[in-house]
């Protein structure tokens, strides 16, 4: 991403060494920071492995890697069959390919999302037709869903937001199933939440996950695909036989990026170490979602899949998955109790779910949304602010979905996986 003709990551390093150079005497002796939204399953042993990948570049396209790290998290997650790819949103592009969607097939699609979820459907050719969200849990409202419905509409997206299991969840199914639709579930926040004994991506027909820096786990970057019938089993295969691997430049910046988010974001000393990693990697900084993304426009090489670096990565995060969702359930009865204390409503946890808790969502005022200082003040955390727009980040108007325009006005949403001295407070 250029800023005014300078890469934003040089910019990045220049800017760093000059604020540690004037700040150096605060940097020493100042407090701890506060918890950051990002990176947060990204510990040293994320470190060891990014630094003895960019020592050994030999065995970075190494498809039996890949496919160990696609077994292993079918096994976790209940799958028969898994794939990895670069991303979420290419895991999602190829559930598209899976349902044989294209040209003039509508799918209902929740009207408070990410922007890359939208943009996959477009990039097949497929219609969005947007839903209002319930404000339990953000998922889709069952109750707007029969308007939506024409002769065209295929198929129905299914989110989990924030790691807390869709309040309308067998709801949608049942509709999804009186109507012939086929149901795609988003668990980009969710890996790893459960109803009724299962994990959720495995009651649709496909569904796609997210190691995205800022969800459940880490591998910078990374999706999963995954379903439990055979023939779109066969059609993801192709789709991800078809992709190809990031080019090592994209994979040597991505690694670089595990020792960035490390020292910047989870580290003890990151108060003093921020700076310094900013000075050493910040020019190799990587944005999840490009300028093309956001302008809706397929970047190149949009159709890639994972290489054996981030794929030893995810394997080492499976290891740590179960531990680290308990202690973001542990924390959000924290925030339950805060919410008590200061007269906000709890997100809501259906009967029978077990939720993961990304992040722990509340609807408050909307200064509290729009000046999240308070955030750092008061609690020790990085506010967080998904969704500023109803296709976050972009903010484009969608007619008839009020419960998404409150969402993006007041949802303000907490870190899970917190440092004991927040936890203490």
Not at 43 to 63: G, Q
Not at 311 to 320: E, I, T, V, W, Y
């Amino acid at each position: 991403m250029k800023i005014a003709g300078r890469d934003i990551g040089v910019k990045r390093r220049i800017d760093a060494a000059r604020y540690l150079v004037r700040n150096a005497r605060a940097y020493l002796t100042g407090p701890p920071d506060v918890t950051f939204l990002v990176a947060q399953t990204l510990d040293r042993d994320a470190v060891s492995i990014a630094r003895k990948a960019l020592k050994d570049r030999s065995k970075w396209f190494d498809a039996g890697v890949v496919s160990d790290y696609a077994a292993e998290f079918a096994k976790w997650n209940g799958s028969r069959y898994a794939f990895a790819f670069m991303g979420g949103r290419v895991a999602l592009s190829a559930c598209i390919h899976a349902l044989d969607l294209k040209e003039g097939d509508e799918v209902i699609v929740p009207a408070y999302t990410c922007v890359v979820v939208p943009n996959a459907f477009r990039y097949a050719g497929v219609t969005v037709v947007y839903s209002d969200i319930e404000l339990d849990t953000y998922g889709l409202d069952v109750t707007q869903l029969e308007d939506k419905i024409t002769p065209r509409t295929r198929a129905i997206v299914l989110q989990h937001l924030y790691g807390i299991v869709c309040r309308d969840y067998e709801a949608i199914l049942d509709f999804a199933m009186r109507h012939g639709l086929k149901v795609i579930e988003d668990c980009a926040h969710s890996t790893g939440a459960e109803y009724k004994g299962m994990k959720v991506g495995n009651r649709g027909d496909v569904a796609f996950y997210s190691s995205n820096r800022a969800k459940v786990f880490s591998t910078v970057e990374g999706g999963i695909a995954v379903t439990s019938d055979e023939l779109l089993c066969d059609r993801l295969k192709a789709y991800y036989d078809k992709a190809s691997f990031p080019d090592g430049k994209l994979i040597d910046k991505l690694l670089h990026n595990v020792l960035l988010d490390f020292y910047s974001c989870r580290h003890p000393k990151r108060h003093i170490l921020r700076q310094w990693a900013y000075i050493m990697y910040g020019d190799k900084w990587h944005y999840s979602t490009s300028q093309d993304e956001l302008e809706g426009r397929m970047p190149v090489n949009y159709v890639a899949k994972m290489p054996a670096p981030l794929a030893s990565l995810g394997l080492d995060q499976l290891k740590k998955m179960d531990d680290y969702n308990e202690k973001r359930r542990h924390t959000a009865a924290r925030w339950d109790r805060w919410c008590e204390i200061h007269g906000y409503r709890r997100p809501v946890v259906i009967e029978d779910s077990t939720p993961v808790f990304l992040r722990y969502p509340v609807l408050a005022e909307q200064e509290k949304k729009s000046d999240g200082a308070w955030a750092a003040k008061e609690l020790g955390i990085e506010l967080g602010v998904w969704f500023t727009g109803k296709l976050h980040p972009v903010d484009v108007r969608i007619e008839g979905c009020p419960n998404a325009d409150k969402a993006v006005r007041g949802c303000i949403n907490f870190p899970t996986l917190m440092d004991e001295k927040c936890l203490g407070s």
